[in-house]
């Protein structure tokens, strides 16, 4: 066994921001962070890889180039947390005991709840911009396209980057207009609505009729017929079920998505799998040397890398109060942010807090289509996410000390 005073478990945005910004708040605390992975991928860029902008290798660093200076890594995973007695074991067998825990695993995607669609991804026109092992792939479907139906679907919540689903299928949109394509665009999503933030599901809805998109509600996708080029669906109607099955020609799929099992299973979870955090504190409600962040983290906010920006100041503040024998004054307002790619040249900047309130960072209508926040998606935020957020800079500190709850 090995003590560690503050043990970071996930080496992804919000382990790595959340490391970064502790070494520089306080460059005397020892910090270990716990990640099995060499490659560190910017998936926030996955949908433009999709959409033929990036390289999939535009979006990939190692891993060990982003490690903060003076953190301890450990080219490890967790396999099992006791909250009871500070302790994590890892795969490699080792016993870490800790004084303080951050928990930042992010989510896994839940391929096989789906059937037929392991066995179909990749192939044949069926392909997720969730995963870089078939983001490129989706590229290579729309260019192969010549028409009939493209399904595009969204899986129920929570899932990473709740607008991502929608996203490709504008693009794709925009790619079978300019070829002049006898294309049915059908958007099956699992939600009752476009967009769960009313005041940019409006612009939404104006877009999807502009374009003629097929948006059909409340469609579960449960299966893939790849030899029959079939997608079935359970639909809701009120308080009843039916079946309903979609011929396609391109089929893009966002799995259903969770927490890890170590987490799932483990004493911090909530009911859903989640860790049991405070959604404004952060601080686990159980286990108050427990903190978390990221799309691994139970709030009830959207699950996006922006998220990370607003949580980590909170998160770092207080787990320094923590130590300090202060109180946790930090608050986290739910701050998300989603640039919602509604074609090529064209992006909503949705950011929004827990009240579903519009929080703009810039002074314009963020209601509307700009070529300007497609230039932020695609030039700006990919470099503020790996030379600013990934460093620790708190470019933006969504809290207000002594805030109430």
Sequence with gaps: ???HPVLVVGGGAGGI??????????????????EPAAEHWYQPGWTLVGGGV???????????????????WIQEAATGFDPDHNRVTTSGGQILSYDVLIVATGLTLAWDRIAGLREALGSGGVCSNYSKDFAPYTWEAIQAFKGGN????????????????????YLADDVFKRQRLNASVIYATATPGIFGVPTYAAPLRDVVKRKGIDARYNHVLTEVRPASKEAVFTVKENDSERQEVIPYELLHVTPPMAAPPVVATSPLANGAGFVEVDQFSLQHVRYPNVFSLGDVSGMP??????????????????????????????????????????????????EFNYKQEPTPSFPLDPTKERWSMWWVKRKLLPSLYWNRMLTGAQHERRFVPGASR
């Design 1 to 3: 066994m090995t003590h």
């Design 17 to 34: 921001t959340a490391a970064a910004q502790l070494r520089r708040a306080r460059p005397e605390l020892a910090i270990t962070l716990l």
């Design 54 to 72: 990036f390289s999939l290798e535009e979006t990939g660093r190692p891993e060990r180039d982003l490690i903060p200076s003076g953190v301890t």
């Design 150 to 169: 493209a399904v595009f679907t969204c899986a129920p919540m929570p899932i990473k980057c709740p607008g991502a689903p929608q996203k490709i299928a």
């Design 301 to 350: 906010n959207s699950k996006t890398a922006a998220a990370v920006r607003g949580q980590a100041p909170v998160l770092v503040a207080n787990l320094l109060a923590l130590l300090d024998g202060q109180p946790l004054a930090a608050a986290y307002d739910g701050y998300s942010c989603c640039p919602l790619i509604t074609g090529y040249g064209k992006t909503i900047m949705a």
